[in-house]
């Protein structure tokens, strides 16, 4: 699997995902250029089949309409909100299976920074790589605002359904935030070692105008604060025992931070 970030606006990310070992199909994550999509997918000589949508906010789902008009019928745009995402062809949510080529997608339902949130995992069935898609929900070091949840949603979110999948799992967030997301983790869990490398790593990578995606879900486990609710480093820092007020602390916080 061949994964290419596409920067659009200031800080979001789309990705060109492509079966690259097979039969060369592709699909765009988050389409919001349609210029920028046509501009890669000719230079990348692939075939645009799919585009997946993690939610409806007009930075993720901007030009999913464009899709069809623009690379023919035979696209299928992947998302879970018909009457908030103009241009999805087709609904999916928890669980939802299809495939791309030879990657296996699977759709995970993540509420909470939008009710109609998912995530796309994508497992190359050809080498074994894995990836998934998170939106607004797990950032690098970070997540998502709680617009439409509650700590619960985002916690099972990220602490049921995205910390289950394997740890070698490829993350590719929605924005360029990471930079900004750990120097809020280096407030509240500061002696942690993997937080301040990782910090010094992505200012290093922001220096020389390099992208920090991707990281991996085991890292996310060891310096994403949010990831991180029930260790005694983060109870500590926030003076709460319960895990959901963990939570609930660190995104009050990280708002206003
Ligand atoms: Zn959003």
Redesign the pocket.
């Known amino acids: 699997m061949k994964i290419v970030p596409i920067p659009a606006f200031r800080d979001n990310y789309q990705y060109l995902v492509i079966d690259d070992k097979g039969t060369k199909q592709a699909a765009i994550v988050d389409p919001v250029d349609i210029d920028s999509i046509q501009e890669n997918v000719l230079k990348e000589k692939v075939k645009l089949v799919a585009g997946f949508v993690t939610?409806h906010?007009n930075?993720?789902s901007n030009h999913a309409h464009k899709l069809v008009p623009t690379f023919g019928n035979e696209v299928t745009v992947y998302g879970n909100d018909e009457a908030r995402i103009a241009g999805q062809t087709k609904n999916t949510t928890d669980g939802g299976v299809f495939k791309i080529g030879n990657l296996g997608v699977k759709t995970l339902h993540t509420p909470c920074?939008?009710t109609t949130?998912v995530c796309f995992f994508v497992d190359d069935l050809t080498t074994g790589e894995k990836a998934v898609f998170t939106?607004?929900t797990l950032f690098i070091g970070g997540s998502?605002r709680f617009?439409e949840g509650t700590a619960e949603q985002m916690d099972a979110a990220l602490n049921t359904k995205l910390a289950s999948l394997p740890d070698d799992t490829k993350v590719y967030c929605?924005h360029e935030y990471t930079v900004g997301n750990l120097k809020f983790a280096a407030t509240v869990d500061g002696e942690n070692p993997h937080v301040r490398a990782k910090l010094r790593w992505a200012e290093e990578q922001r220096a020389n105008h390099q992208f920090t995606v991707p990281s991996s879900i085991g890292d996310e486990k060891k310096f994403n604060p949010f990831m991180r609710v029930r260790e005694p480093a983060l109870k500590k820092a926030t003076g709460k025992e319960d895990p959901l007020e963990v939570m609930d602390v660190l995104r009050t916080r990280k708002n206003n931070f």
């Open positions: 939610h906010h930075d993720h920074h939008t949130h939106g607004d998502g617009f929605g």
